[in-house]
């Protein structure tokens, strides 16, 4: 493992991205999210997935916070767009 963040690759950051979100960590704020469009489009994929698993199965509970969390980290993936224009 290198220890610099900012210059893992995308399948190394992606390969981490599910224990990012189930830890609750920022993934929208992720270094490597911040300098790559790719994982950013990533991040945005996931959250249609969350949406769409809402839409389709409204009376299942979520297994876990898994949901709540990709909610959360979505969110403030929003305010920091919002807050970047
Ligand atoms: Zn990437």
């Known amino acids: 493992m290198n220890g610099d963040p900012g210059k893992m690759s995308c399948v190394d950051f992606q ?3 599910p224990d990012l979100i189930a830890s609750g960590e ?3 704020a992720h ?6 469009a790719r994982c950013s489009a990533l991040l945005a994929d996931l959250r249609t ?6 839409q ?3 009376s299942v509970e979520p297994p876990d916070e898994v949901w709540e969390q990709i909610e ?7 305010e920091a767009a919002s807050n970047a224009e």
Not at 49 to 54: D, H, L, V, W
């Open 15 to 17: 390969a981490q991205l």
């Open 26 to 28: 920022d993934a929208a």
């Open 31 to 36: 270094p490597h999210v911040q300098g790559c």
């Open 49 to 54: 997935i969350a949406e769409a698993a809402r």
């Open 56 to 58: 389709l199965f409204p």
């Open 72 to 78: 959360s980290a979505i969110k403030r993936e929003d």
